[in-house]
């Protein structure tokens, strides 16, 4: 069965400290994996996501990921914490068989202190 | 701007009566889920439009909850007799069928009182 793992439910990072935001993931196929962000009361927000190529990908505000095969991971990366980067963060996969369905993990809290 | 578009953004309503929530998805974008979220959580998949074809609903969606798509462009998610288990923040995504990423609406906020 697919599955995501955000194993913190929260990450507390200086500013101008380097942050790393957990996810492994369980799949079948190909997975497509992919990181949101969400701000309190609103919407997620898409980050980046990693279909195939790169293992490195880079998104928005400055976030990358890294893909890791043989370790099932997606983690997220940021080379220099902000105090604006504190949110909940989501990574959810998709088998590439899968018509539509993304599964989503827990989400973790990243709190960033000045 | 031309993102995802819902509304309303809130709604508090008694518990039996009706609501319905609309979406407006970034213009030519096939797909359309609806997703609801509790605090905390992350979001469960409710249900998936192709164009007006309404092609897989969860478990989740009782009978008492119906989407549609008529026209293919926006839709409507309507809960009837409202309970307060369905008080949650409701999604609203959307994507090109060619596609790999879905971008979200701001949500719905419904508090079922």
């Known amino acids: 069965a697919q599955s995501v793992a955000q194993p913190e439910d929260q990450v507390n990072v200086a500013e101008g400290n380097p942050l790393t935001v957990k996810c492994t993931y369980s799949?079948?196929?190909?997975?497509?994996l992919f990181w949101y962000v969400q701000y309190p009361n609103r919407g997620l927000q898409f980050l980046l996501k990693y279909i195939t190529g790169d293992n490195l990908v880079k998104g928005s505000y400055g976030f990358e990921a890294e893909f890791n095969k043989s370790q099932t991971s997606f983690h997220l990366k940021k080379p220099s914490a902000l105090v604006s980067d504190s949110a909940l963060y989501f990574c959810a996969v998709r088998d590439e068989a899968s018509n539509y369905q993304l599964i989503w993990g827990a989400g973790t809290k990243l709190i960033i202190k000045p | 701007d031309t993102g995802v578009s819902q509304d309303p953004r809130h709604k508090i309503t008694k518990r039996g009566q009706n609501v319905t929530f609309r979406c407006d998805p970034i213009s030519e974008h096939n797909r359309l889920y609806w997703y609801r979220q509790t605090l905390g959580q992350g979001p469960e998949f409710l249900t998936y439009?192709?164009?007006?074809?309404?092609?897989?609903k969860s478990r989740l969606l009782s009978d008492r909850f119906s989407a549609e798509r008529p026209k293919g462009s926006f839709s409507t998610l309507e809960i009837q007799r409202t309970e307060q288990g369905d008080s949650a923040m409701y999604l609203c995504a959307s994507r090109l069928l060619s596609g790999n990423t879905i971008y979200f609406g701001e949500g719905s906020w419904l508090t079922v009182v």
């Open positions: 799949v079948s196929g190909n997975p497509y």
């Open positions: 439009f192709q164009n007006e074809a309404q092609l897989e």
